[in-house]
């Protein structure tokens, strides 16, 4: 199995930054892609943005230019980096991992997920 642990959400102003991290711990084989998602209030779950295991990035066009995803494959660990926040990226951020185990064959793991609050 896989756990996710995610940090860095809080409360910031308009304009302002944030950046998530997310820990995968377990018997980890190999970490295909990882990714940010985000969840509205009374909404699906949407993509923010999600990098493969060779570094190539996607993006969703709502936060294109602003958010920056990156990854630190010695430390199993991906970031998003968020700048000029506004009001609408107020969410909850989950991220997620394409894994495979020592155990068990190719699977998909969530985090708990981690408030953000865009707000003055």
């Known amino acids: 199995q896989v756990q996710l642990v995610e940090s860095g959400g809080g409360l910031v102003q308009p304009g302002g930054s944030l950046r998530l991290s997310c820990a995968a711990s377990g018997s980890i084989f190999h970490l295909y892609v990882m990714g940010w998602y985000r969840q509205f209030l009374g909404k699906e779950r949407e993509l923010v943005a999600t990098?493969?295991?060779?570094?190539?990035?996607n993006y969703a066009d709502s936060i294109q230019g602003r958010f920056t995803i990156s990854r630190d494959n010695a430390k199993n660990m991906v970031y998003l980096q968020m700048n000029s926040l506004k009001p609408e990226d107020t969410a909850v951020y989950y991220c997620n991992v394409v894994a495979v185990t020592t155990t068990l064959g190719r699977r998909n793991y969530w985090g708990q997920g981690t408030q953000v609050t865009v707000s003055s």
């Open positions: 990098i493969t295991d060779g570094g190539n990035t």
